[in-house]
């Protein structure tokens, strides 16, 4: 299967951005996809770009994809104690289901 | 959120004892899929179904079954628990892959711990 890695992980500063990054190994056209774990929760779909973009920004996240270099970033700016959670990068081939997903970086945000 | 629900949300049992975990959902989604969460190795995908009664094995199938009978409902089951099932198990779904990313959905969680 495909391989994606994260950095395990991040702290930042209340006010700050931080910028979680990731990269994957498929070089077929691609979903990549950006969840959120909170303690105890389940995952919670953040935003997904497709690899014929550079860039999509909602709100706060922009994500980021280098496509020559396989990478993905996702940040978040002006980032608040709320957003101290898990943060999970996966991708799915174009027409497929399966999810290969990071292990997952944990952001922790201090005052 | 996405309609799903799992149950039981908690677990403990001994080695041994059968197990069924159950993801019911309300979306009306052609796949269901089951994934186990352990630490360092992110989210791994144990079994998936593509409708009724049509099922397949993900990369951690060893242990476990999967029936789905109805489009709502995917049961998971361990025959005989073993301590490294010890573990979280999270239920997706999602519609039909090719259209616009089809992102997948996910429960609760299921906390599982097998003594």
């Known amino acids: 299967g495909e391989d994606v890695e994260q950095s395990l992980f991040l702290s930042v500063r209340e006010g700050d951005s931080s910028v979680i990054n990731c990269t994957y190994t498929d070089s077929s056209s691609t979903y990549l996809y950006w969840y959120k774990q909170e303690p105890g929760a389940g995952l919670q779909l953040l935003t997904y770009i497709f690899s014929n973009m550079d860039m999509k920004q909602d709100q706060r996240l922009t994500v980021l994809l280098n496509k020559k270099d396989k990478h993905l970033s996702l940040r978040i700016a002006d980032t608040q104690t709320g957003d101290s959670a898990i943060y999970f990068c996966a991708e799915t081939p174009l027409n497929d289901y399966k999810l290969s997903f990071g292990a997952g970086t944990t952001v922790t945000v201090r005052a | 959120d996405a309609g799903i629900t799992q149950s039981p949300r908690h677990k403990v049992t001994e080695t041994g004892t059968p197990v069924t975990l159950r993801c019911h959902q309300t979306?009306?989604?052609?796949?269901m899929y089951w994934y186990r969460q352990d630490p360092g190795h992110g989210l791994r995908l144990i079994h998936y179904?593509?409708?009724?009664?049509?099922?397949d094995k993900g990369e951690v199938s060893d242990g476990y079954s999967v029936s789905r009978s109805k489009t709502e409902d995917f049961l998971l089951t361990l025959e005989s628990a073993t301590s490294s099932q010890t573990s979280v198990y999270f239920c997706?779904?999602?519609?039909?892959?090719?259209?616009?990313?089809?992102?997948?959905?996910f429960g609760d969680g299921t906390r599982l711990s097998i003594l």
């Open positions: 997706a779904i999602s519609d039909s892959p090719g259209e616009g990313g089809q992102p997948q959905h």
């Open positions: 179904s593509y409708g009724v009664k049509d099922t």
């Open positions: 979306e009306n989604h052609r796949y």
